[in-house]
């Protein structure tokens, strides 16, 4: 029987075991992925908003985490798949057949980039997908390419990838970019950039690699196609809630409600981060969040630290 089980080992997770650790609580951390650290290796751009730390990129930032973590005294198991969880219960069991027991649970599962579901999006990984602009422009340098999405993620990619690239097609579904004022201020002026509103990609296309897309506009009769040699999306989150949501409450996006305790609706189980924060996303919040859940849940098992 374990005080603390958490789930997910981003920034939100990793916060609230190291603050367990500190409060004596006896915690398990289990991480599906072969590595900890969540959406900061998918981090390429400097993290300059994290106070008292200025990292180049994601990696910088998780090797300082990593760095408490080793000193740290909590059980950490990566790679571990839930098969399913029974939160009152506070029981989870893994595909290896285990079976582990909590007095309470923290839900750090975060989450992930949405899909757009189209023909191409899977097959063309590593072969003309892009991954981010900040990592990827100079590969991309003096090359046409496709960005989807409106929001600020996209905005800001299209205007890195404009740096280098030939040309961006940025293709939007709405009427208007929705991304913040800043960044869709400078998308007008760039030349290289031309954006296509009330549009969508249909398919990505190629033979080894990607060699065009499949435009829909709206009001157009049918589809045309893009040579580009390159396609990112970015069309937004989704939170990591198949395991649980239908035991607990969630909005109607899917994001875990809880608490100024950060608990959710079930008693003893707690939800940080990404998974429960759609609106202000950041990794302040997310460790912030962490540490709330450890410091009720040792004040509710009314535990003293040792020593
Ligand atoms: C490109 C990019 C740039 C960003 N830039 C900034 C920035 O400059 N400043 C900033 O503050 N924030 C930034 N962020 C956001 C920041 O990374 C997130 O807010 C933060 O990582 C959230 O932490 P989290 O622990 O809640 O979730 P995540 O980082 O998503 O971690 C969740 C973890 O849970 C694991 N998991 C999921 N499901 C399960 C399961 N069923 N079982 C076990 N484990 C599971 C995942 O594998 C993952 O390791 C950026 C994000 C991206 C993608």
Redesign the pocket.
């Known amino acids: 029987m374990h005080d603390v089980i958490i789930?997910?080992?981003?920034?939100?997770?990793?916060?609230a075991a190291f603050w367990c650790d500190e409060l004596g609580l006896d915690t398990l951390v289990?991480?599906?992925?072969d590595?900890?650290?969540?959406?900061?290796h998918?981090?390429?751009?400097?993290?300059?908003?994290?106070l008292g730390v200025k990292t180049r990129n994601?990696a910088e930032l998780f090797e300082l985490f990593s760095r408490d973590v080793d000193d740290a005294d909590f059980d950490l198991w990566t790679g571990?798949?839930?098969d399913s969880i029974d939160l009152r219960a506070k029981r989870i069991s893994l595909r290896s057949g285990e079976v582990l027991q909590a007095i309470s649970v923290i839900i750090?599962?975060?989450?992930?980039?949405r899909e757009l579901g189209i023909p191409g999006e899977k097959e063309f990984a590593g072969k003309g997908l892009i991954e981010?602009g900040?990592r990827d422009r100079d590969l991309f340098a003096g090359k046409d390419v496709c960005v989807i999405g409106g929001g600020d993620?996209a905005v800001e990619n299209a205007l890195l990838l404009g740096e280098s690239c030939a040309t961006v097609t940025l293709v939007h579904r709405g009427k208007k970019l929705r991304a913040r004022r800043e960044f869709a201020e400078r998308v007008q002026p760039n030349n290289r950039i031309t954006v296509f509103t009330e549009s969508v990609v249909t398919r990505i296309m190629g033979d080894t690699e990607v060699e065009a897309v499949e435009i829909q506009r709206k009001g157009g009769i049918k589809p045309f196609q893009l040579a580009v040699r390159g396609v990112l999306i970015r069309i937004g989150?989704e939170p990591?809630t198949e395991?649980f949501r239908e035991q607990l409450q969630v909005d109607e996006h899917g994001y875990v409600g809880v608490n100024s305790e950060q608990e959710t609706s079930v008693p003893m189980v707690f939800a940080?981060?990404?998974?429960s924060?759609r609106l202000a996303?950041?990794?302040?919040?997310?460790t912030g969040?962490?540490a709330t859940a450890a410091k009720v849940i040792s004040s509710r098992l009314n535990r003293k630290p040792d020593g």
Do not use: C, H
């Not at 996303?281 to 997310?286: G, K, L, R």
């Open positions: 789930i997910g080992a981003g920034p939100a997770g990793l916060s289990l991480e599906q992925a590595q900890i650290g969540g959406q900061l998918r981090i390429y751009n400097p993290i300059k908003n994290y994601g571990t798949v839930i750090a599962t975060g989450v992930r980039a981010s900040a993620a989150v990591n395991l940080v981060g990404d998974v924060n996303p950041t990794i302040s919040s997310a969040a962490g």
